[in-house]
Nanobody, 122 residues
Framework: VQLVESGGGLVQAGGSLALSCEASGNIFSINAMGWYRQTPGKQRELVAVIKSGGKTNYADSVKGRFTISRDNAKNTVYLQMNSLKPEDTAVYFC?????????????????WGQGTRVTVSS
């Protein structure tokens, strides 16, 4: 299973960016997908997550500004980021709670993308 992110880049404060992440490989089902972010010297933190049924959860710091969505047919999760602030600057990682079938056995694993950098200038 691979998670490939796209989007990110440099934007001025108050601007918008969109991230996307497509999962591919021997996927049986995707239980949840989400976005995390990390800055140097800090732990990776949850930004937003969306479960298979569509239920979403956001970090308090991004509520009302970021929107997570998914296209189940495309195994893709999106993160629309509006009203960006300099403190949103980080490397953003896509995460998938994905089930696979190997030799007739169902496995549940966490998968990560390679990360995409978001820089918000003041």
């Amino acid at each position: 299973v691979q998670l490939v992110e796209s989007g990110g880049g440099l934007v001025q404060a108050g601007g918008s960016l969109a991230l996307s992440c497509e999962a591919s490989g021997n996927i049986f089902s995707i239980n949840a997908m989400g976005w995390y972010r990390q800055t140097p010297g800090k732990q990776r933190e949850l930004v937003a997550v969306i479960k298979s049924g569509g239920k979403t959860n956001y970090a308090d710091s991004v509520k009302g500004r970021f929107t997570i969505s998914r296209d189940n047919a495309k195994n893709t999760v999106y993160l629309q980021m509006n009203s960006l602030k300099p403190e949103d600057t980080a490397v953003y990682f896509c995460n998938g709670d994905i089930s696979t079938i190997v030799a007739g056995t169902l496995w549940f694993d966490d998968y990560w993308g390679q990360g995409t950098r978001v820089t918000v200038s003041s």
